[in-house]
């Protein structure tokens, strides 16, 4: 059966964050790449002169992966569930930022990060579905 990371091209080579750049947790991961992107695009934005973009797409980016990450402490279910939502409506402020940026000529944009984008808040969808089937257990 292949693997739910086989769809998804990781960077090969020694891990810039130390071992645990990679945890085997689809999502983190995922997420946590999606941040290392979103940094060098936002990078590109503010070189390019693009501040306020730049700071935007670097916050709402760079905010899915912490929340998910915070989400793995949580302290309960509800809190699971709430913490996913937050990084879900952070990918959604997101998404308006990078179709900006694909759309208007005057700005930069990077191939694939709206896909990217898009296969991270289906994985938040489907752990946040999960999740609240759940609560009853």
Known sequence: MESSYDTW?????????GGDRYTGNLI??????????????SK???????????RQVFKSG?????????AQEAESREDFIHKL???????SETRF??????????????EGLLEDLQSI???LSSIIIKARSNKGQ
Request: aromatic letters at 14%.
């Open 9 to 17: 091209e990781f960077q090969e080579g020694p891990a810039p964050y």
């Open 28 to 41: 983190v991961d995922k997420s946590f790449e999606f941040a290392l992107r979103v940094v060098r695009f």
């Open 44 to 54: 590109g934005l503010r070189d390019e002169g693009w501040y306020d973009a730049s």
């Open 62 to 70: 760079t905010s899915i992966g912490a929340n998910v990450h915070e």
């Open 85 to 91: 939502k937050v990084s879900a409506k952070e990918a």
């Open 97 to 110: 930022w990078l179709k900006l940026c694909k759309y208007a000529d005057e700005l930069p944009y990077e």
């Open 121 to 123: 808040r289906n994985i």
